[in-house]
T-cell receptor, first 109, second 114 residues
Framework: EDQVTQSPEALRLQEGESSSLNCSYTVSGLRGLFWYRQDPGKGPEFLFTLYSAGEEKEKERLKATLTKKESFLHITAPKPEDSATYLCAVLLPGQNFVFGPGTRLSVLP | NAGVTQTPKFQVLKTGQSMTLQCAQDMNHNSMYWYRQDPGMGLRLIYYSASEGTTDKGEVPNGYNVSRLNKREFSLRLESAAPSQTSVYFC?????????????FGPGTRLTVL
């Protein structure tokens, strides 16, 4: 069964305290791994797409990496405005997306 | 561009009532999707439409029907609502089926079934 898990479920950081979020997947075929940010009461907003092991992408304080079984979202020197739920999703060969449950990030000033 | 719009934003139904959730996109995207989001379970795919004129079941299609009315619009219908369908529903669109095509999401419809 295709499965995507994320850890931790929730994370509280002080402003400037760097950390990483994990997305692990067990799927029959990976066509892409996507990271999204979701603010309360809103729809997810696209951050990154990764395709192959070893790939990395960066955007401001965020960097996403991919291995054969997991992806990490590294947050460097976070600010309170980075507080949100971060979702990862895998794209399967049948055009289905499977989402993880998300990590709720709180960055305290 | 408005992006992906959904109506209504909120809805309360009684068990057994029916309703249609509307979704429209103005980005000329080919593919459209319906998800439900429940606490602790992430987004689960209900139905999707790879292109105008086609629809396919996702992970949790039971109790739902969809219509791809045209390239812009993709509606989700609950024929006989049940309390288990209380959820937040998101519509998404995607330019096409290339691996690098990300999804663009609407703001969601919050549905409560009593």
């Amino acid at each position: 069964e295709d499965q995507v898990t994320q850890s931790p479920e929730a994370l509280r950081l002080q402003e400037g305290e760097s950390s990483s979020l994990n997305c692990s997947y067990t799927v029959s075929g990976l066509r892409g791994l996507f990271w999204y940010r979701q603010d309360p009461g809103k729809g997810p907003e696209f951050l990154f797409t990764l395709y192959s092991a070893g790939e990395e992408k960066e955007k401001e304080r965020l960097k996403a990496t991919l291995t054969k079984k997991e992806s990490f979202l590294h947050i460097t020197a976070p600010k309170p405005e980075d507080s949100a739920t971060y979702l990862c999703a895998v794209l399967l060969p049948g055009q289905n997306f499977v989402f993880g449950p998300g990590t709720r990030l709180s960055v305290l000033p | 561009n408005a992006g992906v719009t959904q109506t209504p934003k909120f809805q309360v139904l009684k068990t057994g009532q029916s309703m249609t959730l509307q979704c429209a996109q103005d980005m000329n995207h080919n593919s459209m999707y319906w998800y439900r989001q429940d606490p602790g379970m992430g987004l689960r795919l209900i139905y999707y439409s790879a292109s105008e004129g086609t629809t396919d079941k996702g992970e949790v299609p039971n109790g739902y029907n969809v219509s791809r009315l045209n390239k812009r619009e993709f509606s989700l219908r609950l024929e006989s609502a049940a309390p288990s369908q209380t959820s937040v529903y998101f519509c998404a669109s995607r330019p096409g089926l290339r691996s690098y095509n990300e999804q663009f999401f609407g703001p969601g419809t919050r549905l409560t079934v009593l």
